[in-house]
């Protein structure tokens, strides 16, 4: 039975009220969800109210709120010490290391970089390319997002209100199309057995490399495997193992932005790894510590070639973030990576099902528990419908389900790996109805208006 709340509630109010004319009125807030606290996949108000977590954050709480081990692992760290700077050493920190050299996605033992944050992690690979290779030129793809500090935002290419007044960025960054075959900016041709990924690199090789960028002196690709903040969005099969291709046959290095679907998110430790192809560098945070600030930048032992003093910072491997990273990966290796597998096939599942009812849903995406749903006013046409998409967030918000979108007009489906089958189910029923609703707002279903059960 799915349930209208009153929300936000006096308590929520009253916080809102406070926060208004102090806190940076940059911050991208949709709905007046205020915590109170959390547990696994489910989450409270500070009005008592209980919602279904299907954000995680922003894709954040890997092993979700507060797990035990997490919490028992930074509350013993914390009263040893919380604080030694990068420039002393700490067991958690080579710990955590190690960890992650256990899990690369490449055949070549790996070297960590840590960090506080996804940006930190995207500029230290992007410092160590060009360090690395001496040369200057990178390659971005539309529809990116990276970060928000100087060079992630020279990169992200996902909403022009990211970067508008930011301007100049860091020089020497080239924008191409994602292979994103539902909304593809390059003609091809699927019924001939053509694949858009091809029809991207080839503009690559055969245009740019051709007129305005010289391929030898282009220091790396940066990309997100699986797009994020851009709509959730698969890219066509050919495009990384021809991206790849290309970075070999020019000495151009491949960094993965794994912040928002690495660490077990998508199924695979690894996006990449979908796609049968090894990054030379990887940019980690977001779900790497289950909520601590904490992020990793990781390359091949023969392109992590700077010298002491080349790059560091104060926080980096902060010994709190190194164990609750340690925990995190361990419980992910010991179930959830499978747990995000398996949900999320079952959720792919269930929107196939509803995509049969709901017109407004144009494609149903993703691996593992990183799911997009994209909504469209028209399915022949594919126009994006942000509007279906607002209104259902909205909805589920008052009616205890916690939804985010992305892109234009996409939902994302983005709850911890440990989310149960039963929670599932229930946060499912809430968007369906809430999607039901939005559609008869907007005249796009002809049915009786679902009865309304107030808490
Ligand atoms: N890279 C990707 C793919 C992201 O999704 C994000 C954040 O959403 C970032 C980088 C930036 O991470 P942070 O917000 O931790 O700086």
Known sequence: MVTRLNVPGPEAQALLKRDKPLVSPSYPRDYGFVMSHGRNSEVWDVDGNRFVDFAAGIAVTATGHSHPEVVKA??????????????????????????????????????????????????????????????????????????????????????????????????????????????????????????????????????????????????????????????????APHFLPRLRKMCDDHGILLIADEVQAGVGRTGKWWSIEHFGVEPDIIASAKGIASGMPFGAMMARKSVMTWKPGAHGNTYGGNPLGCVAASATLRLIKGGFLANAAAQGDYVMQRLAEMQARHPSIGEVRGRGLMIGIEFVADRATREPSATVRDALVHHAFEHGLLLLGCGTSVVRIAPPLSIERKTVDEGLEIFDYCLTLAEQELGMVAVPVLEQVPA
């Open 74 to 235: 930074i509350q013993e760290q914390a009263e040893k010490f919380i604080h030694i700077s990068s420039d002393y050493y700490h067991e958690p920190f080579v710990r955590i290391c190690e960890q992650l050299n256990e899990i690369r996605p490449m055949q070549e033992e790996l070297m960590v970089f840590l960090c506080n944050s996804g940006t930190e992690a995207v500029e230290s690979a992007l410092k160590l390319a060009r360090y690395h290779t001496g040369r200057q030129y990178y390659i971005g793809f539309f529809g990116g997002f990276h970060g928000r500090t100087m060079g992630a935002i020279s990169f992200t290419a996902s909403k022009v209100s990211q970067r508008a007044k930011f301007a100049p960025y860091l020089p020497g960054v080239v924008h191409v199309p994602f292979a994103d075959p539902y909304r593809p900016l390059f003609t091809f041709d699927p019924a001939r057995g053509q694949d858009y990924g091809d029809a991207v690199v080839d503009y690559i090789e055969k245009v740019l490399f051709k007129t305005i960028l010289p391929a030898n002196e282009v220091a790396a690709v940066l990309l997100e495997p699986i797009q994020g903040e851009g709509g959730y969005v698969v890219p």
